[in-house]
């Protein structure tokens, strides 16, 4: 999950421990111990599994995560952020993203030969030629510039050239739904991160509804959103094509990648 934690900046269900009891008679059998994060059941494993095979059957896509990620003061206090994530994927190598929030805005745009970061908010963009497919993006966006695309995830789930690890444990929750679309709620934990996704039933196993929690954080901040998918229609070429305006100015990558704090 690490696309999620770059978005939500040091972003299952938390276990509940029993109260304390009072003392029992002695003749009363001792209460059993609570029960442990149970191990990945073969359930949650396929369903995962099933989703990555039908986001990665997708040739082209948009989808609208909106939802919000939770900022922790130095006072401990928690203060809730609400933002939106906009995709637009043609496979193999066309990409457009968009974060935005009150207080950041960036896009992102891939055309298979050239990378291309704008801040509008501040009229500054900056781009770099980069010859290849969305794996290839991630990839050098990652190593070369430490820039992690949010989400990025949904693009790695059973791809054999760069597999995501399985989840810590993980089970289902139960048969829910979102909107009007019946979903299955599944429960993961891994190394510093719970995670739930609810997952569409039937033919198109989508997730509509994602909730994070960054276990490393001891404020443990959450992020929450739902996903509104189109996977029908063309996505018109120029949506991955950058132009800047007459007033834009252009800065170095890693400038960008850092800048925060966006002016509106």
Known sequence: MTG????LAAAGIALLTAPAQAAAPAAKPAAKPAATTPALAPEAKAALARMGAYLRSLKSFEVTATGFGEDVLESGQKLTMPGSLTYAVVVPNKLFAEVASDRSLRRFYFDGS????DAPRHKLYSDAPLAGTI????????EKYG?????????MWGNPARPVPDPASGFLVGVETVGTTKVDHFA???????????????????PLRIVIINRDDAAKPAYAADLVWKTDGAIPPDRFIFTPGADSARIDLATIGAAKGDAK
């Open 4 to 7: 999620y934690r770059h978005w």
């Open 114 to 117: 050239k990378v291309t970061i």
């Open 135 to 142: 794996e290839t993006l991630l990839r050098v966006a990652d």
């Open 147 to 155: 820039i992690s695309l949010p989400l990025q995830d949904l693009f």
């Open 188 to 206: 993961f934990r891994q190394p510093g991160v719970d995670w739930q996704i609810w997952i569409a039933e039937g033919d198109k196993p989508l």
